[in-house]
């Protein structure tokens, strides 16, 4: 079975470009979320789709961050503009519904550097 | 609002000795629990979860975790510690019933020495 794909592995931008992620989740599973991880921090959680609706985005910046999954399969997070304190790494993970949502699977992480 | 709480940033142990990453919570009624591991450069994996019934909880690659109620615990454990296990470990709560939300905390770094 394959796992979570993310693309980039790695970015590099200057203050107030955009950027745009991409993740494909486990075939199957119907919920999507994106973290943001800081560096010596824990995992946050940005949004939380199930299949192509969005269950929670309350910690989503919601003034640069924007994120879709239109055929509730892969999803796309976007940061425009992006600010020195975007500066993380950006993990996928997915599950197969929101009720298991415990049963969470990780993919790589998408590392950001904002110069 | 539930919260968790690792008070060791970095832990440095011996092949081959044994093991604990404290986690303490916070959340008001009886919390799920989970310990994940994240090596460098890769996603996070779970390693053990706590939902109800038996309190020490057995996940993969040998390690165990104990839920202790009276202190708000959820502390990580491996008898005996091979250099492969040097990775950062993070504790997670989230709050049983209704919507699943995990909230997870800042980490141990585990650096084993031969």
């Known amino acids: 079975e394959a796992g979570v794909a993310q693309s980039p592995r790695y970015k590099i931008i200057e203050k107030r470009q955009s950027v745009a992620f991409w993740c494909n989740p486990i075939?199957?599973?119907?919920?999507l979320y994106w973290y943001q991880q800081i560096l010596g921090q824990g995992p946050k959680l940005l949004i939380q789709f199930q299949n192509n609706g969005v269950v929670d985005d309350s910690q989503l910046p919601k003034d640069r961050f924007s994120a879709e999954r239109l055929k509730g399969v892969d999803s796309t997070l976007k940061i425009q503009p992006a600010k020195l304190e975007d500066s993380a790494v950006y993990l996928c993970?997915?599950?197969?519904?929101?009720?298991?949502?415990?049963?969470?699977?990780f993919g790589p992480g998408t590392r950001l550097t904002v110069t | 609002a539930q919260s968790v709480t690792q008070p060791d940033i970095h832990i440095t142990v011996s092949e081959g000795a044994s093991l604990e990453l404290r986690c303490n919570y916070s959340y008001g009624a009886t919390p799920y629990l989970f310990w994940y591991v994240q090596s460098p450069g890769q996603g996070l994996q779970l390693l053990l979860k706590y939902f109800s019934g038996d309190t020490l909880v057995q996940g993969i690659k040998g390690f165990e975790a104990e839920f202790k109620r009276s202190q708000s615990s959820f502390n990580l454990r491996k008898p005996s510690v091979h250099w492969s296990d040097a990775a950062e470990y993070f504790c997670?709560?989230?709050?049983?019933?209704?919507?699943?939300?995990?909230?997870f905390g800042t980490g141990t770094k585990l650096q084993v020495i031969p």
């Open positions: 075939s199957g599973h119907a919920t």
């Open positions: 993970a997915s599950s197969l519904d929101v009720v298991s949502s415990y049963e969470q699977y």
């Open positions: 997670a709560v989230g709050k049983s019933g209704g919507y699943q939300k995990v909230t």
